[in-house]
């Protein structure tokens, strides 16, 4: 299926995407300040896209090719993953079942998620140039995949064999390795940059959720040993920069160092994205773009009463979903820098 957006808004994407840089190597560091202020949301522009004619749309992530990838929920009970890119729609499809959801894209427009087959087992899929591949489990009869490198390694998680247990994975050169846990039973890997770093959340051996960062074999606990709070890491840049939400509240942790951001009052919020210094997430005041200790709460749309963004790119686009507050409908939504 295929839907036709705007020609401004492609021009104004594949400028942005022309300009994007790597990620600065004087990453700026927009951790809790006193002097942190909302900035006018004139900065952005917010942009709804029409995705298909359903009426659920969701956004997973977005590359710097202004390439956005999510799913879309149907009358008839059935998600089913699709790529943006330049005003057309392109359907996924799926592994032979009826469901599918895109979650992250690289720069080569290589695509992660997770599918049904012909069996109504849930399986993780990397597709590309429009043929969806299944990438197998640890044992179990499941597994998702939720993060995606420029060197198409991929994570997510899996149930092992018996199906009691699901463990962070990464499938790296064809190999799908299980990354373990904290002490508890159950993890999940979220994200990875390209330098092989993994993100995401376990168990600890008291069963409550941390924040994991992985490298070289070994999964750290990015709390101190004990803490009862829930937390859970959802992104990291090419610098091993992490964020994500702890008790209800958005972090960033880099260099062993975690920093409780200071985002729009003292309400719940998570960050869900980190590039290039700018951290992205929403509270309940809104969403959110963090730049060089400036907070910027994002515009809606004409109609729309919330907001929650899930990535930026290189270029600085964010990409979100936006709600009308009164009906369940939700649209696809990407904010761009002004």
């Known amino acids: 299926m295929t839907h036709h957006f705007s020609l401004s808004l492609t021009l104004t994407l594949s400028l942005l995407a022309l300009s994007a840089c790597d990620e600065s190597p004087l990453d700026t560091d927009p951790i809790a300040l006193?002097?942190?202020?909302?900035?006018?949301?004139?900065?952005?522009?917010?942009?709804?896209?029409?995705?298909?004619?359903?009426?659920?749309?969701?956004?997973?992530?977005?590359?710097?090719?202004?390439?956005v990838v999510g799913y879309w929920f149907r009358e008839d009970d059935v998600f089913r993953g699709f790529i943006w890119k330049d005003g057309i729609t392109t359907n996924l499809g799926t592994l032979g079942g009826s469901d599918s959801r895109a979650m992250d894209i690289n720069e080569a427009g290589q695509v992660v998620g997770f599918s049904q087959n012909a069996a109504g087992r849930t399986r993780a899929f990397r597709w590309m140039n429009g043929t969806m591949k299944a990438l197998g489990t640890l044992g179990g009869?499941?597994?998702?995949?939720?993060?995606?490198?420029?060197?198409?390694?991929?994570?997510?998680?899996?149930?092992?064999?018996?199906?009691?247990?699901?463990?962070?994975?990464?499938?790296?050169?064809?190999?799908?390795?299980?990354?373990?846990?904290?002490?508890?039973?159950?993890?999940?890997?979220?994200?990875?940059?390209?330098?092989?770093?993994?993100v995401g959340w376990s168990e600890t051996a008291a069963g409550v959720r941390h924040p994991f960062l992985w490298q070289n074999g070994i999964m750290e606990d990015l709390l101190p040993p004990g803490l009862t709070v829930s937390c859970t890491a959802y992104a990291i840049n090419p610098l091993g920069a992490v964020v994500g939400e702890k008790?209800?509240?958005?972090?960033?942790?880099?260099?062993?160092?975690?920093?409780?951001?200071?985002?729009l009052g003292a309400?719940?919020?998570?960050?869900?994205?980190?590039?290039?210094?700018?951290?992205?997430?929403?509270?309940?005041?809104?969403?959110?773009?963090?730049?060089?200790?400036?907070?910027?709460?994002?515009?809606?749309?004409?109609?729309?009463?919330?907001?929650?963004?899930l990535a930026v790119n290189a270029a600085g686009v964010i990409v979100g979903n936006t709600e009308d507050g009164e009906t369940p409908f939700r649209t696809v939504t990407i904010w761009i820098p002004q």
Request: charged share 10%; hydrophobic share 40%; no cysteine.
């Open 34 to 67: 006193p002097g942190l202020t909302a900035t006018a949301a004139a900065s952005y522009s917010a942009q709804s896209l029409r995705i298909s004619g359903e009426a659920q749309t969701t956004a997973t992530s977005i590359n710097t090719a202004g390439q």
């Open 141 to 198: 009869n499941m597994s998702r995949a939720f993060g995606i490198n420029n060197k198409s390694n991929v994570v997510g998680d899996s149930r092992l064999a018996g199906n009691t247990f699901t463990h962070a994975f990464l499938l790296k050169n064809g190999k799908m390795t299980d990354l373990g846990t904290l002490g508890g039973g159950n993890s999940s890997a979220v994200d990875i940059n390209d330098a092989g770093q993994v």
């Open 247 to 263: 008790d209800q509240h958005a972090f960033r942790y880099y260099n062993g160092v975690m920093s409780t951001l200071a985002v």
């Open 267 to 309: 309400g719940p919020s998570n960050a869900t994205g980190i590039r290039n210094g700018r951290i992205v997430g929403h509270t309940a005041a809104g969403a959110f773009v963090l730049d060089g200790g400036v907070v910027t709460l994002l515009p809606l749309p004409p109609g729309q009463t919330f907001a929650e963004v």
